[in-house]
């Protein structure tokens, strides 16, 4: 491992899936895992962590990363799939309490999505080698889209006419969110300590969790990469800081808790 800083969750599965229902966007409720279940195994046996961004979906396979986008206000946030469920009716996944922050899902608890498949297990991303697939063009960006079979809908909620009339005709194009982010990336000496927010596996998480800290702490920020170069995997631990002392970091520890980061804690940044 080489760590550096710079200032930035049982069931079996199904047995037999076909290639479609691997790649097709699926439309419905998603909520959020309590914070009593940290800790718990999940259906994949790994223990459920509220500050990883992982999800349970009822098929796709363990490992699986999708993007579940809110359809209100368009937020997504990339997770993991390790655990099965969730086995109600309308509702297409669970997600962890890091991922519920990132898109705003705390207060409302419920909300619908759209969930997509990033990546496979495997490291393959879907569509690349799919028949009957249109190639949806945005900007330079290009994705593939299958047109058969339609886009899964679960929810039992009336929809309105023009969500209907969509899903009838064919797939709609597919918006995909842009912003852009002004970033000042700097060493921080390993000196001091820090409040420990959450670890991220997933690149793709790290600035909307950044942003959103950013806003309560600004300028107070901390990345530490760790890189396994071994297995090509890096690790991202988001922290507060630098402070003078451990009670100075206490002090932001508690006002963290109070804000919702209950799992975190205090680190002496001399030991990352």
Same mark, same amino acid.
């Given at each position: ?10 069931? +079996?599965? &199904?047995?037999?899936? %076909? @290639? ?9 409720? /998603?909520? $959020?895992?309590? !914070? ?67 898109i705003g899902l705390i207060r409302e608890g419920v909300t619908r999505v759209k969930i997509e ?16 697939? +249109?190639? &949806?063009?945005?900007? %330079? @960006? ?9 886009? /899964?809908? $679960?929810?039992? !909620? ?83 800081g630098p402070f003078p002392d451990s009670k100075a970091a206490s002090i932001q520890q508690k ?18």
């Amino acid at each position: 491992m080489r760590p550096f800083i710079f200032t930035l969750l049982t069931l +079996v599965s &199904l047995s037999v899936m %076909s @290639a479609f229902a691997l790649i097709q966007d699926e439309i419905g409720k /998603a909520s $959020y895992y309590a !914070d009593s279940l940290h800790g718990r195994k999940t259906a994949s046996g790994e223990p459920y962590d509220k500050n990883a961004f992982t999800c349970a979906h009822k098929t796709l396979a363990f490992g699986t990363k999708i993007r579940v986008t809110r359809l209100d206000n368009q937020k997504s946030v990339v997770v993991r799939v390790n655990d099965r469920g969730p086995f109600v009716e309308g509702y297409v996944t669970d997600i962890s309490r890091a991922a519920a922050e990132s898109i705003g899902l705390i207060r409302e608890g419920v909300t619908r999505v759209k969930i997509e498949i990033v990546e496979k297990p495997d490291g393959v991303r879907p569509g690349a080698n799919v028949e009957n697939s +249109v190639k &949806l063009v945005t900007g %330079s @960006a290009e994705t593939s889209v299958s047109t058969d079979p339609k886009p /899964a809908q $679960y929810s039992t !909620d009336p929809q309105p006419a023009s969500t209907k009339n969509a899903v009838a005709d064919g797939p709609t194009p597919v918006k995909l969110p842009k912003e852009l982010y002004s970033i000042d990336v700097q060493r921080s000496r390993k000196e001091g300590f820090g409040v420990q927010i959450s670890t991220l596996y997933d690149a793709a998480n790290v600035i909307p969790t950044v942003k959103k800290l950013q806003q309560e702490w600004p300028k107070l920020v901390l990345v530490s990469v760790e890189s396994d170069e071994t297995y090509h995997k890096n690790t991202y631990r988001i922290l507060l800081g630098p402070f003078p002392d451990s009670k100075a970091a206490s002090i932001q520890q508690k006002a963290a808790v109070k804000k919702g980061y209950k799992g975190c804690f205090v680190v002496n940044l001399e030991d990352m």
